[in-house]
């Protein structure tokens, strides 16, 4: 058996966990400094263009830059879908432009959110998924026969 044994360990693999696990008060000692630069300035650039938009402290503790919930994801789907039909500016770019296969992707999107969380929503979020998805797909319709 030795020889069968040593013959699977040969053709196995070892698996060695790299993550680095950070206390938040240990977290200004143990994190490299150098990686930090490279992830915020996109975020900044972003939030600069905008004069709206909510600042990102990347050293925050984490929760402060806002709670995410579902209503707030069926909100930001909704203001993608948006700016796919042209009814918002890009936020980046701050121009206009028509994409419909994109909006079409974000109502369809929102439909299958819908659908596959039927029974699982509180009435307020079961409505507000609702009544956006109505607005999207009346809007898309209007773009789509202006075009």
Same mark, same amino acid.
């Given at each position: 058996?030795?020889?069968?044994?040593?013959? #699977? *360990?040969?053709?196995?693999?070892?698996?060695?966990?790299?993550?680095? @696990?950070?206390?938040?008060?240990?977290?200004?000692?143990?994190?490299?400094?150098?990686?930090?630069?490279?992830?915020?300035?996109?975020?900044?650039?972003?939030?600069? %263009?905008?004069?709206?938009?909510?600042? !990102?402290?990347?050293?925050?503790?984490?929760? %402060? @830059?806002? *709670? &995410?919930? !579902?209503?707030?994801?069926? &909100?930001?789907?909704? %203001?993608?879908?948006? &700016? #796919?039909?042209?009814?918002?500016?890009?936020?980046?770019? /701050?121009?206009?432009?028509?994409?419909?296969?994109?909006?079409?992707?974000?109502?369809?999107?929102?439909?299958?959110?819908?659908?596959? %969380?039927?029974? /699982?929503?509180?009435?307020? +979020?079961?409505?507000?998924?609702? +009544?956006?998805?109505?607005?999207?797909?009346?809007?898309?319709? +209007?773009?789509?026969?202006?075009?």
């Amino acid at each position: 058996m030795a020889k069968d044994e040593d013959e #699977h *360990e040969s053709r196995g693999f070892k698996v060695q966990d790299r993550r680095r @696990f950070v206390d938040a008060d240990d977290r200004s000692a143990a994190a490299p400094e150098a990686a930090e630069p490279a992830r915020e300035e996109p975020v900044q650039a972003a939030a600069a %263009t905008s004069p709206d938009a909510p600042s !990102f402290d990347a050293d925050a503790e984490p929760g %402060t @830059f806002g *709670e &995410m919930s !579902f209503s707030t994801f069926v &909100m930001g789907l909704t %203001t993608q879908a948006l &700016m #796919h039909l042209g009814e918002i500016p890009d936020p980046v770019h /701050n121009d206009v432009h028509h994409d419909l296969p994109a909006a079409k992707q974000m109502i369809d999107l929102l439909g299958i959110l819908r659908d596959k %969380t039927k029974g /699982n929503l509180d009435p307020t +979020e079961e409505q507000l998924l609702g +009544e956006m998805l109505y607005d999207l797909r009346m809007r898309y319709v +209007e773009v789509a026969r202006n075009r």
